[in-house]
Structures are given as structure tokens and as C-alpha cells.
């Protein structure tokens, strides 16, 4: 939906404005929504009466367990080489909706992912940044009786308090590396913050999926694989690692946003990488798919 006419406004939680929350999903190229949100550096929120959503798709099994609605919110600190939705990496390319609109949307798909085992799912983007706002949706999703499930690159993971996480059932934790040096290399951030966040959470015992993205030349190396497989197989926490191979999807993104994406002529993972990494995380005592 066009957001040219929009008034630039204040993280104030107190505007009357009120955008449907936009459906699509993932695939869907989303840009400059908002032109007058704030910066996504150092974004401070209010109480999150409001925040910046790329999409929502209904539908999914790939964001947790069951029949799922998934949420993606915008702005990311991360520039991941292989992101797959670099339209939300700033909070203007989102649609500015109320807490009330997603609210009242979800509650509409509360009864079929009720009966269906499913929940929410809020991804991104980076669903910490907008903290306060993804707090009180958990908080309404689950006085619907849904589960519900974070994806994060856990970079921001302490904004998530313990408050936060009791309205989080699931975490789905992307360690991108193991190695700092490739971990930069491939987020333009730090490992640090992750692993202590996956430390938090193994010590208050969160059910946890990890999620390894394996990239052709850029985190297949063996011991970056297996720094990952060794650090999360003691945690019991941990049900499940995933495995997501490489593709191009997003590809198209890069283009239309001006974009320089490095990995153009990155082939996707081959059967025979996908079946080593995970023979990698098995033999480290992982439940590993
Ligand atoms: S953390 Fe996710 S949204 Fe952010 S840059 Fe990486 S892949 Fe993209």
C-alpha cells in the first residue's frame, strides 16, 4: 500500500493513524512505506502503541511448529550477505500500523491456528528493535491462547527481558558463524551478543531451534560448522537445528534497492554440502534437519 501521503510523525504511540496491517509475505518487495519514520540506529521506541511491519503471511510451517501466521517487522542492524529481505532492514521501507490493527487481524486467525496446533511466528527484520511494540503483540497473542515464536539474530537479545521472553514460547535463534571473523565477514556485526543470548536462554531453559544458514564459501568452512554444533549440543534446551540452505530468492531485492549483493554468483548449497554440515551437527549429538 502507498504511504507517499503520509505526514511524518513522531514515535509519540500517540498518533490517530492507523494502516491496515499489510499483507503479502517474505517475497514481496516493500519500500519506503513511511518515508517519515525515524532512523532504525538507535531507534527509540514509546510504549509500542505502534510499529513498522514489512508484511504478514498466513500459512506458514516453516516458522515453528504447526500451521503459523508470521510477522515481519522492520529495521535490522545486521546486513547479512545472503538477506534475503533487505527492504526491512530500515523502519521507513515498513507500513507504520497500529498495535490495535495487528491485534484485531490476528485475533481473526486466533480460532483456525488455534485448532491447527499453530501460532504466531515474528520475524524480520529484526523483531528486537522494535521491542516494546513485539512485546505486547506476543503478550495479546497468547491471551488468544496462541504459541508464539521469535526469530532473531539474537544481536539484540538483551532487549529481550524476562518479561519479554515469558510471552515467548519458542525462540528461533540464527548463530550465522561460529568464527568472529567470518561472523563479521557475513553480518557486519559482532558473534558476541548471540552466544551470550543463547547462554541466557539455555539457563532459563527456553525451548530453542537454532538456525544455521550454510553459504557456499562463506560459513560452510568445517570448523566454523562445528564451533556451532559443539557450542549448542550441551544445551538441552535446544530441540532442534535447522539447516537452511543458500538460494537467491532475494536476489531481485539487492537489485531494485541499489544494493551491492556479493553473492550473485554463489551457487546454492549442494545436496552433498547440506549432507555434511548436518552429518557435522549430528555427530557433535545435535538433533539436526
Ligand atoms: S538478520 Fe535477517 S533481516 Fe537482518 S540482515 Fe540478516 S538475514 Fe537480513
Not at 494502516?19 to 519506503?32: I, N, Q, T
Not at 549448542?232 to 538460494?247: D, G, R
Amino acid at each position: 500500500m502507498g504511504r507517499s501521503d503520509m505526514t511524518p510523525l513522531g514515535d509519540t504511540g500517540t498518533s490517530s493513524f492507523n494502516s491496515e496491517l499489510p499483507a503479502g509475505g517474505r517475497h514481496d518487495l516493500r519500500y519506503d512505506q513511511s518515508p517519515g519514520a525515524p532512523e532504525t540506529d538507535n531507534y527509540t521506541e514509546g510504549e509500542g502503541a505502534f510499529g513498522y511491519v514489512h508484511s504478514y503471511e498466513t500459512g506458514s510451517r516453516l516458522d515453528g511448529p504447526g500451521f503459523r501466521v508470521t510477522l515481519f517487522v522492520s529495521g535490522c542492524p545486521l546486513r547479512c550477505q545472503y538477506c534475503h529481505n533487505p527492504d526491512t532492514w530500515q523502519l521507513k521501507h515498513g507500513t507504520r500500523v497500529s498495535l490495535e490493527r495487528v491485534v484485531a487481524r490476528l485475533g481473526d486467525f486466533a480460532p483456525a491456528l488455534r485448532s491447527m496446533q499453530g501460532g504466531l511466528t515474528i520475524s524480520g527484520g529484526e523483531a528486537l528493535v522494535q521491542a516494546a511494540f513485539t512485546q505486547r503483540i506476543f503478550k495479546a497473542a497468547k491471551s488468544l491462547g496462541l504459541h508464539t515464536a521469535l526469530d532473531t539474530s539474537g544481536f539484540l537479545g538483551a532487549r529481550a527481558t524476562d518479561e519479554y521472553l515469558k510471552s515467548v514460547d519458542l525462540v528461533l535463534l540464527d548463530i550465522k558463524s561460529w568464527d568472529p571473523e567470518t561472523y563479521r565477514r557475513v553480518t557486519g556485526q559482532e558473534v558476541g551478543p548471540t552466544l551470550r543470548f543463547a547462554e541466557r536462554l539455555a539457563a532459563m531453559n527456553k525451548p530453542v531451534w537454532i538456525r544455521f544458514v550454510l553459504v557456499p564459501g562463506l560459513t560452510d568452512g568445517p570448523a566454523n560448522v562445528e564451533g556451532v554444533a559443539k557450542f549448542v549440543a550441551p544445551m538441552k534446551n535446544v530441540e532442534w537445528v535447522e539447516i537452511l540452505p543458500f538460494h537467491q530468492l532475494g536476489a531481485f531485492k539487492w537489485k531494485e534497492l541499489g544494493l551491492d549483493y556479493q553473492l550473485a554468483d554463489t551457487p546454492p548449497a549442494s545436496p552433498e554440502l547440506v549432507a555434511r554440515v548436518i552429518g557435522q551437527f549430528r555427530d557433535a549429538g545435535c538433533n539436526v534437519r
